[in-house]
Structure formats: C-alpha cells, structure tokens
C-alpha cells in the first residue's frame, strides 16, 4: 500500500520498514546493538555500546510498529504519499529526550490523512562533532535525498535547526521547515526567505532555583553541575545568566570542568545547608562520553550528599527533587500538530512560533529522603512514583468487603425491623380505627362507606352534630343520603357523584344539608370510588365536616368588607390599599370620582398613569422605600383630575398587618392640597420681597457703613496721627494714648469692614459664589482666630444669582452658627457642583446636639436657611449627634422655576 521508512546514513538508531500490498518486510538495522571493529567507519567509542545501553529507545519502535499495524488494518483505500524528514541533533538511542521527541512527532502524524513517509536521521553531535564530519554528512544526505526530495522536515534540536539552515538553497527552497527542541535563538540563515516554524523550548534555571530555595529556605550553598561537551554549554550559559543576580546572597561553585571520579569525589563531601543544580553531562574533562540522563544524572544522584535539581523532563530519574522541568515530549507533539497542518495545505510562516509547555515536576521519593514537604510546592505541582500504601493498593477490596458486611447487616435488620413492624401495623390498625372514630366525633366530621353489592351506606363519627343523629354508626339505603341533602342543592350533589364515578376522579363538593331538627348546616365532602378490574364501582368510601361555623364567619367578614366599602365610599377622602407584593387591590369611590376613571384602570400600577411626569420616579421611589422598611409615609405629588388638570395631592400611607404580625401591604388617605400650595406659594412670593428688600437695605447699609462711615474713621485716625506730630513737646502719657485711640479706630475700621462685607458682598456680585466664599471663610477665620477649610469642585461658572446669595446666605448663618456653639476651632465647608445642582457641606466635629429637638423648636437661623433654600427649591439636611459633631448638607438647583406655576401644574 505505502511506505514507512527510516534511515540514516551514519547507522546508529536506524531502521528500515517496508510495508506493501503482498505482505510485510521488516528488517531492523540497529548499528548500536553490535560490537564495532576498529576499522569501523563509526570507531572505537561508537562500538561500546550494549543492548542494556540502547533498551530506553524500545518504546519508541513498539509505537511505530502499532502505527504501521493499524495502517494495514485501516482498510484498503489508497491515499496519496507526503514524504517527511526527521532530523535531530542526537540518536534517539543516545538521548531519552530526543527519543521523547521523535515518540510524539511520530504519534502526532498518525492524524495526518496522507500516507506518510518517513525518514530519520541523526547528527550525533556528541559522537561526532567536527566539522569534516558535518560536512560529510550533509554531502551523503543531499546525495541520499536527490531523487526523493522530502516534502517536510522537521528539526529536532538547534544543530540539527542550523544543519537545515546551512543546506543548499537548491535543495531547501520552498520546503516547508518545522522545528523543536530548541532551547537557544533562530539561526539567521533561517529567517532570509525560508519557509519555517515551530517551538522554542525554554529553559527557565531561575524558577527552579526559586522552588528550591522555598524548599529548603536556609540554603547557604549552591553547587552547579555539567559537562564540557558541545551539547552541554547549551545548557550552562542560561544557567550561568540566570544565576547571576543570586550570587550576592549564595555562595555558587560552578563543577563544570572535572572528570567524573573527581566530580562525584566532591559531590560526596558537600557542605551542609547545599543544593546540586545539574544541567547536562555528555561529555567529562578527559573526554569520556556519557548519555545525560540514564548514565550521568544517576551517577552524580547517587554520590551527592544534597539535593539535586534538574532542568528537563528526561533528567528526572530516581533520587532526583525535579524542578521546573523542559517538557521535550510536548514540543514533539507541537511540532506534530504543526507539520499536519503544513501538509494540509497552511502555510508555514502563517502559524505563528509557539513556546514549549514547562511545569514543575518532582520525584516522591526524593522528597521522603530530603524530608521536603509537598505543601511547599508550588500550586499545580506533578509529583511522581509515589509508592502507594496498603491502604492505596487494596481500599477498594477492603471497602467493598465492609460494604458487603454492613448490607449482610442491613438486610438482617430489615427483616427483623419489617417483622416487628408488620406486628406492630396489626394492632395498630385496631387501635387506628377506634382513633379515627374518636377524631370524626370530636371534630364534628363524618365517615361514610358506601357498598355496591348490597346498596347500603353506613354512617360513621359525630352523627349527632352533623345530621341529629344520636346513634355513633347508622346504615342507611342508597337514597337516604340524598333527602338530607338541601332541596337547591341536591341535584348538583347527584350529578358530582356520578361524574366521580364514570370519570373515576375525586368526589369534592360544599353543600347544605337539613337535619332533622329543620336546621341547616353546610358540610364540605370528599370521597373516592374503588373499582374492580372490569373498572366497575364496587365501593365508595369519604368524608365530611361541619363547616357551618366556617360559613358564619366568612358571612360576618362578608358583611365587615362591605360596611367598609359604604364608610370608605362616603369619606370626604381619597382611599387606596395595596397588597404585600405592592400592587394596589382598592380605590374608594372618591378616588374615582377623582380621577374620573374606571376601577380597573386604577388596579395594580395603572394608578400611576394619572401621577404627573415630573412627579412619578419621586413618588414612585417614596413608596418603594416606605414598602420595604414596613414604615409610614406622606408624599405630595401631582395627580391629574377628571378634567385633565392637574391638582396637588398630600398622600398618607400605613403599613397594615395580619392577625398573625405578617405584612398586609398598605392603607393611604390622600386629600386634595391645591389651595394650600397655592397660598404657600404667595406666602413664598411675599417672603422672597421681603428678602430681596433686605438685601437692598443690607446692600445700602454695607455702602454707608464702607463709603461714609469707614471713611469719616479713616479721617479721624489721620487727625489724630496730626495732632500727634504738632505736639512734639506733650508727655508721653498723652502721646500714648493719642497712639491707643489710633488703633482703635483702625480695628474699629476693620470691624466696620468686616461688617459691610458680611452685609453685602461685593466679590459675590462681581466674582461668583466661590471667590467670595472663600474670602468670607477667610475672614471668619482671621476674626474669630479659628481654621475653616474650604474645597471647591466643579463649580460652573455661571451660576444664577439667586442660587449663589442663597448659598452665601446659608454658609454665612451655618458657619457662624459652628463658630458660636460647637466649641472646636476647625472647620470644613466644601462646594461641590454636580449636573443640576450644586451641593455645599458645612461640618465640624464639636459638641454637636440633639436634632429632633433643634428641628421641633426651630430658631431664627434655621428658619432662615429654610425659606431661602425653598425660594430656589432647593433643601437642606442636618445630621448631628451630641458629642459627634454636625454637618449641614445643603443642595441647590441650578435651573429656577416658577412656583407658582409648578403648584398650579
């Protein structure tokens, strides 16, 4: 069918396979597994190796050939061949790492739908690292691969990535190039106009020092150890880098250049408080070549008196901590991934380089001899050939034998507990039936039994209360049961019955019945036929109770509702209720009358429709507020009337509760207030010209007492400096005191100042809110010898006049106040502007004082702040404590209306 094949031209780690449609050849040619001569072509060192040295590569084929297997068994179709190069830096016989690699890129091309090709060659760079070697072998492989020119390569390890680069552009033109294992940069001759991609492997030292050093947290000595082959520098060099800024708090000592005697000589003599860092050991200081991780890494494991820490995957051999571990069989299956695409038509350099996949990994074993904890570890850790305890080997066995124990003993229990049980069901069932009889008889309940065969009935229970019957059981005929029923009610009785029973449904009706005493009770029935299996009636068994009582009540609450109804309907009020889901369920007839509106329009939320738009969301938010806390509430808003006009109404809302202390929901009375607004708006009007005529007269005074009053003093204290001047001969009594009356008249003249300013501020007019807020806290200040901090943020700058003297106004009377009564000497005044409005907070942490009486006997200053900021519409809010201080949150709309106006909707 195809072929599968794999060759190299130095012979080592080489097989050939043939598959076609006769049958299968295979022939495996491991140069590796025979003793070498020393006029090999391959030589002395290349002829050591023995099967015992070669066996870690075994799987590798195994899983080739289940793969060659699986492809005969795949079925007979043919598909068309891509012809793929592998070639890494070290034979997979040599390198568990490689042999790692190549394991998962072959695994990876098992999802390709070609038929595959495959080539493997190796460089072998520790065996062979001259460059007459290189080039021979570039020269046999370019002579092997003339006439089967591979569609694909794919580079294992950067000899091997800087082997391709180096290849004739004539032969690597356009061929796609896949590389990994590669733990160092992308050769230049690669990146001018070849097609490749791949995985960069990272070697991340640092990380595994760092665990190590959490491991054991009072290492004083860090010992590194490699080889001096050319595969071992690859290795050093990111160690060396990467160990530089630790070498000022740990004393390193780098083993990079010993033979191996003496290197495991000095590993068995290290200080106390050392760790062993590895990084690789192909070849020692007297040239001796060794496989890393199944020759060197155990060697150096076994005589290190410290921990060892490694850097990949493969090194990870008992006795080894681990680290944070290059994981060399995640870049194969990458590379894998990468090369199906490739052949499924992507374009190399369309998929971008991916980095390898590192993770920390360590052995168990080694962390028992280290007495190292696994909480240490980082978060996400792998720990491996854990030995697992008797209790981990046979739990299963064990709790399943104990299951099977505790079901043996439930199984007995439960016979003997059926049994008992069964006995204990028989003479209650005795017991039951008198119990049940006592149950009717006291709770003015009946049974009945009504049977087929014999059309009879028999009566059971309180036979006295419910039908005037003295007897406890009375049988009866078929026909008795319906002359007690009520005359208007027994024809619906009958044809419930038989509905019961044709539709073999449950019997369930409220009916009266007529005792025999003339009175008449109400009695609510349940019964339920049984059938045999033709589906024919053979018995009817049921129920019924005395729910006359029941009925008089419901009668009284009937009548209750609707005395309700005539007084709510004939108050000279507006009425709602609401349910506990907040959805309103009744509005009197005034409302109506009100709104001129159907009830059902108003029901639930339509009462809404009529709140006018400016209102809504307030209301609305009033009484969603009120309705969780279960507290009162009052709220006016505007809602429109019959004749479209709009009317202010004061709404008065309580919480109503059951019987039981459970929420009810809501009763409200809402009165018409129009008339009242309207007179508050004139008494308004009248406050505001009684305002603004204030502010003309403090604006007179202000000028007089600045432009006359505090210009006469200004003259006088110049006079009295002249007349100082012309008595040169006075006493110094008298020139003294002419000195004292001098000051006095400059302080009086400041006092003056500071009194025309505070009357009417110039700065407000001319300068805005802010400047002269500042300047009269300022003032304030200096006058009073206390520290008043102002803030300001987001203040427009074209703030209605109206707004700004209010605000002035109330920071005037809210500071003064503080500065009179808080008993602190600092103070905080922010203006804050925000979209509509703008915000001023006066505060101190003084005495404070009890607000509910400061609010219920209100004096001249908050009445003051009040009428101003309700001129504006604006409002203010006092939260004080006594002994926590006050803040005067004050806010004010930046857009004016006319009240007026807004009262009359």
């Not at 076609?20 to 491991?30: D, V």
């Not at 591979?150 to 680069?165: C, M, R």
């Not at 009958?494 to 409220?510: G, M, Y």
Request: one cysteine or more.
């Amino acid at each position: 069918m195809g072929k599968i094949s794999a060759t190299s031209g130095r012979g080592a780690d080489t097989f050939s396979l043939q598959i076609s449609r006769g049958g299968i050849a295979r022939s495996i040619l491991w140069a590796e597994l025979l003793p070498k001569s020393k006029n090999s072509r391959i030589g002395k060192s290349r002829s050591q190796w023995s099967f015992r040295k070669c066996w870690p590569s075994l799987p590798i084929f195994l899983i080739l050939l289940c793969c060659i297997l699986a492809t005969l068994t795949a079925g007979a179709e043919l598909r068309e061949t891509r012809k793929i190069l592998i070639l890494n830096d070290l034979a997979i016989i040599a390198s568990p790492g490689f042999a790692e690699i190549d394991q998962a890129i072959f695994s990876g091309l098992q999802k390709s739908p070609y038929q595959i090709e495959l080539y493997h060659e190796s460089l072998q760079v520790i065996a062979f690292p001259s460059e007459l070697s290189r080039r021979r072998f570039r020269e046999e492989l370019l002579l092997k691969y003339s006439e089967r020119k591979p569609d694909l390569i794919v580079a294992a390890g950067p000899a091997s990535l800087k082997f391709v680069s180096e290849l004739p552009n004539s032969f690597i033109r356009d061929m796609p190039v896949i590389f990994c294992g590669v733990v160092g940069e992308i050769p230049d001759q690669l990146k001018s106009g070849m097609r490749f991609t791949g995985v960069l492997g990272r070697l991340r030292p640092a990380e595994t020092l760092n665990v190590a050093l959490q491991l054991l947290p009072d290492t004083k000595h860090v010992v590194v150890v490699g080889g001096m082959g050319p595969f071992d520098e690859q290795f050093q060099a990111p160690a060396k880098q990467a160990f530089q800024g630790y070498e000022s708090r740990f004393e390193f000592t780098y083993l990079t250049n010993l033979t191996m005697p003496a290197l495991l000589e000095r590993l068995r003599h290290l200080p106390s408080n050392t760790i062993v860092f590895h990084t690789a050991l192909t070849q020692d200081a007297s040239g001796q070549r060794f496989i890393d991780s199944t020759q060197a890494v155990p060697l150096i494991v076994a005589a290190a008196n410290a921990p060892v820490f490694v850097m990949d995957d493969v090194d990870l051999r008992p006795g080894a901590v681990g680290g944070y571990l290059v994981n060399w069989a995640n870049d194969g299956h990458l590379a894998a991934e990468m090369a199906v695409r490739v052949l499924n038509g992507e374009k190399p350099e369309n998929i971008p380089i991916m980095r390898s996949n590192n993770g920390y990994m360590f052995d168990w074993r080694a962390l028992r001899r280290w007495k190292l904890r696994e909480s240490d570890l980082p978060s996400g850790s792998m720990v491996l050939n854990r030995e697992l305890s008797f209790w981990d080997l046979y739990k299963r066995y064990v709790i399943g034998g104990i299951f099977l124990l505790l079901v043996q003993a439930l199984v007995i229990a439960a016979l003997l507990w059926q049994r008992a049980r069964r006995r204990q069901t028989e003479a209650e069932l005795v017991r039951y039936s008198d119990r049940l009889r006592l149950a009717m008889e006291s709770g003015k309940s009946v049974g009945w039994e009504w049977d087929a065969a014999s059309k009879r009935n028999t009566w059971f229970g309180d036979l006295r209360t419910v039908f005037g019957i003295s007897s406890d059981i009375h049988h009866a005929n078929s026909g008795d049961f319906s002359r007690y029923v009520h005359p208007d009610d027994r024809q619906r009785v009958e044809e419930a019955i038989e509905d019961a029973r044709q539709n073999h449904t449950l019997f369930s009706e409220e009916f009266r019945i007529v005792r025999q005493d003339r009175s008449t009770h109400w009695l609510v029935s349940r019964g339920k036929f049984l059938y045999d299996q033709n589906g024919v009636a053979t018995r009817m068994t049921g129920l019924a109770t005395d729910v006359t009582q029941l009925k008089q009540i419901q009668k009284q609450l009937g009548e209750s509702e609707e005395r309700f109804r005539l007084v709510s309907n004939t108050a000279p009020v507006m009425i709602w209720m609401s349910n506990p889901d907040k959805l309103c369920n009744y509005f009197n007839q005034p409302w109506l009358d009100f709104t001129g509106r159907p009830i059902e329009t108003e029901l639930g939320n339509g009462w809404t429709q009529g709140v006018h738009p400016e209102d809504l969301s307030r209301c609305l938010k009033t009484y969603t507020e009120a309705f969780d806390r279960r507290e009162r509430f009052q709220i006016e808003y505007r809602l429109r009337r019959y004749d479209g006009d709009y009317r202010w109404v004061f709404d008065l809302g309580v919480p109503r509760f059951n019987s039981d202390g459970s929420f009810a929901g809501y009763i409200a009375s809402c009165i018409d207030v129009t008339e009242r607004k309207r007179a508050e708006d004139a008494l308004a009007g009248m406050g505001r010209k009684l305002m603004e005529a204030q502010e003309q007269e403090r604006a007179r005074i202000a000028r007089e007492l600045h432009d006359d009053i505090n210009q006469r003093m200004a003259v006088l204290a110049v006079m009295l400096q002249g007349l100082q001047v012309i008595l040169p001969g006075s006493d110094e009594n008298t020139s003294t005191r002419i000195k004292d009356a001098c000051e006095w008249l400059r302080e009086i003249g400041s006092d003056i100042q500071a009194i025309s300013h505070r009357l009417h501020s110039s700065k407000l007019e001319y300068l805005g809110i802010v400047t002269a807020a500042r300047s009269f806290c300022k003032e304030l200040g200096a006058q009073q010898k206390v520290e008043i901090e102002f803030r300001n943020d987001n203040i427009p700058a074209n703030v209605p006049k109206e707004v700004s003297l209010c605000l002035f106004r109330v920071l005037q009377e809210a500071l003064q106040n503080a500065v009179k009564y808080s008993g602190v000497r600092h103070f905080n005044v922010e203006l804050r502007g925000a979209p509509d409005e703008i915000q001023l907070t006066v505060s101190d942490c003084g005495i404070g004082f009890d607000k509910d009486k400061a609010m219920a006997h209100q004096g001249l200053g908050l009445i003051s702040m009040r009428e101003r900021l309700q001129m504006i519409n604006g409002d203010f809010e006092i939260e004080s404590e006594p002994g926590q201080g006050t803040t005067i949150h004050v806010r004010a709309p930046l857009r004016l209306e006319n009240k007026a106006m807004h009262a009359a909707g």
